[in-house]
């Protein structure tokens, strides 16, 4: 629960996410960016970015690259030809986004749901306004939303109001059970929509995942570049609170828990951190890059510090 009672940071809007157009600049997904960004260094080579298109064969002229000479054909024809290549203008991507009950939880600013509510849509802005396909998987407990990539304006409000129609669902007395398998399942579904040289965002405090998670995820990674962002709450790295007497949930049971008691509290904040610990190191192990999101500060300083301001960008 959250300091506050507020509703801002318990749901979010499709006005309030609109709005985030306006700040979806000063990151980038591609390999041009920051050396003080996370994807820099051992991670960059698995952002491809933008491949190069065969355009046309033709006869060598001079001051063409030698380069781009196509020995096959110039040893056939016994006339130097070259390749030309354009830059590929296009990289769809996907964003697998998680609304389940496991991220309808905030200790301090914002949910879970909100905090991954708000870099979906950042991503969305960030991917349209670079001229790219977009498309997003948004999932619940109970139920999955495609939207195949599309690159358009009302494609990216389309992905927005999924989001906040499953966002402004979540209740602390829904009745829906917990489904940790629906994670699986959403990135099953990335991996059909996905062909190749895609980019995949996933959005998700990851709970459910498993070996097969980790299977999935795998495939996915072999042909497209994916990037996890591990949305967590900062209670759960800090510590929990010294005192008092709180009623937990899980969705479905609810138990009063003594926290001012130390053989309560410790272990059940070695769980916590240790969770988060054992994601990121799993999908490291795999060679995915993790964007740690946390619910307390400004998502988009978060993703601008992680990914890093691009060379001359604005």
């Known amino acids: 629960m959250l300091k506050n009672n507020a509703t801002t940071g318990v749901y979010t809007t499709l006005e309030e996410l609109i ?32 491949g190069l298109n065969f355009e046309e064969l033709r006869a060598y002229l001079p001051g063409d690259d030698i380069r781009t000479i196509d020995w096959k054909v110039t040893a056939r024809t016994r006339k130097p030809h070259v390749r030309i290549y354009t830059e590929e203008r296009d990289r769809p991507a996907i964003l697998v986004v998680d609304q389940r009950m496991s991220m309808f939880f905030g200790s301090q600013t914002r949910m879970k749901s909100v905090t991954a509510a708000q870099l979906a849509a950042l991503s969305a802005w960030r991917i349209f306004l670079v001229g790219d396909r977009v498309g997003a998987i948004v999932f619940n407990d109970s139920e999955i939303k495609e939207a195949r990539p ?26 829906v059970p917990r489904n940790p398998s629906m994670l699986n399942r959403a990135l099953e579904g990335a991996s059909r929509l996905a062909s190749h040289d895609y980019l995949i965002g996933i959005i998700s405090d990851f709970d459910g995942m498993d070996d097969e998670t980790r299977r999935i ?58 969770r988060i610990q054992n994601v ?23 993703l601008r510090h992680l990914l890093g301001n691009r060379p001359g960008s604005r």
């Open 150 to 175: 599309h690159r358009s304006r009302q494609r990216v409000l389309q992905i927005l109001q999924s989001i906040v129609y499953h966002n402004n669902e979540l209740r602390a007395d829904s009745d």
């Open 19 to 50: 709005r985030l157009e306006y700040k979806a600049k000063g990151f980038s997904f591609l390999p041009r960016h920051a050396i003080t960004s996370l994807l820099s260094g051992r991670h960059t080579s698995r952002l491809r970015g933008r």
């Open 217 to 274: 995820m795998i495939q996915l990674a072999q042909h497209n570049d994916v990037i996890a962002a591990l949305i967590y709450d900062p209670l759960a790295m800090q510590g929990l609170p010294g005192a008092g007497r709180f009623v937990v949930s899980q969705g479905q049971l609810q138990v009063e828990v003594d926290f001012g008691r130390t053989r309560v509290r410790e272990p059940l904040s070695d769980y916590f951190a240790e």
């Open 280 to 302: 990121e190191e799993r999908l490291k192990k795999v060679g995915i890059p993790v964007l740690p999101i946390n619910t307390a500060d400004d998502v988009t300083e978060q």
